[in-house]
């Protein structure tokens, strides 16, 4: 049995390393990629997780895979493919650790994964399913993730779905706005950024937006806020709880980080169990998940700088 199983990309982050002494830019090659990244939170708090996904059959592909098995994720999903090389990303930070991307992905090899790749048994053994809309910016594994969505939600999955948005992933904007609603339906969880609420719900009002978003069907909504903490919406109601202040070098990774320390509580509990948190119980699970992104953002990269559960005891206290 899996705590959470989660579909999407699976690729290579090069992040910023010092200049070399020429004076140009260095960059190092980093794991990363937003279920995966979730995936090794969460393994890393102490619970399993298995992979769905697609690499290139190349040396970042078999790194990549080595990563995952060593970080304790099972690796059984992944894909190895020819058609294409593993998806690459550039990270470039600004002064105050907040990143922008360069992506080498037309396509890349985690577009290229097909229905028929994915393992049912996997799914079926997990409790939790996760994917992000990276997956559905194009086919064949748009059409894979959608059906890996409906496979989980039939067998009694609880679905979370962070959106992810990167527009330089996107043809236009109505696109991703497009693919993210028709999705909606299916999740129980999402985490949003202040941007991605605003993309889903023409609206910048947390109240509103996320109210907006519940009408869907979803019962939890999260909207990330960076340092300071995140806004929550659930049945009893919404509120929210502040962040940690960290010495803040590279936010890669963080929001991934932040839902992994979410799905790390609630992927022992059934839906109506969440529902029914009382508001000093899910404001703790959300303290300890917001522990988990800050100290993500105390080194660099995304899956190196993931933090162990002792890690994030020792910061809460």
């Known amino acids: 049995m899996f705590d959470v199983v989660a579909m999407g990309e699976l690729l290579i982050d090069f992040t910023p390393a010092g200049v070399s002494g020429a004076g140009q830019q260095l960059f190092e090659q980093?794991?990363?990629?937003?279920?995966?990244?979730?995936?090794t939170a969460v393994s890393k708090l102490g619970k399993k997780g298995a992979f769905l996904g697609m690499v290139g059959q190349d040396q970042f592909g078999t790194f990549l895979r080595k990563v995952l098995r060593e970080n304790g994720v099972d690796d059984r999903g992944l894909k190895q493919t020819t058609s294409a090389p593993t998806t690459l990303a550039f990270v470039h930070l600004d002064p105050l650790g907040d990143r922008s991307f360069s992506f080498y992905r037309k396509p890349g090899a985690d577009l290229m994964i097909?229905?028929?790749?994915?393992?049912?048994?996997?799914?079926?053994?997990?409790?939790?399913f996760h994917f992000?809309?990276?997956?559905?910016?194009?086919?064949?594994?748009?059409?894979a993730t959608r059906k890996a969505v409906q496979f989980a939600k039939e067998h009694g999955l609880l679905i979370s779905f962070d959106p992810n948005y990167r527009p330089l992933l996107w043809n236009h904007i109505a696109a991703a706005?497009?693919?993210?609603?028709?999705?909606l339906p299916y999740v129980d969880i999402i985490k949003v950024s202040e941007e991605e609420l605003e993309l889903i719900t023409d609206t910048a009002d947390l109240e509103k937006g996320s109210a907006m978003i519940c009408e869907q069907g979803?019962?939890?909504v999260f909207v990330t806020l960076?340092?300071?903490?995140?806004?929550y919406r659930y049945p009893p109601g919404t509120g929210r709880v502040d962040g940690f202040t960290v010495p803040t070098i590279d936010t890669t990774g963080a929001g991934d980080a932040f839902l992994g320390g979410v799905l790390y509580w609630l992927s022992e509990m059934p839906l109506d169990q969440i529902r029914a948190l009382d508001r000093d119980k899910f404001e703790q699970i959300i303290r300890f998940a917001n522990a988990v992104g800050a100290l993500t953002t105390t080194k660099k990269g995304g899956i190196p700088a993931l933090p162990g559960l002792e890690e994030v005891r020792q910061l809460i206290l």
């Open 114 to 128: 097909r229905a028929e790749d994915l393992d049912d048994e996997i799914i079926k053994n997990g409790k939790i």
């Open 218 to 220: 979803i019962d939890v």
């Open 177 to 183: 706005r497009e693919q993210i609603r028709s999705v």
């Open 226 to 231: 960076g340092p300071a903490g995140c806004f």
């Open 132 to 143: 992000s809309s990276l997956s559905l910016t194009d086919e064949p594994a748009r059409s």
């Open 30 to 39: 980093n794991p990363g990629g937003g279920p995966a990244n979730l995936l």
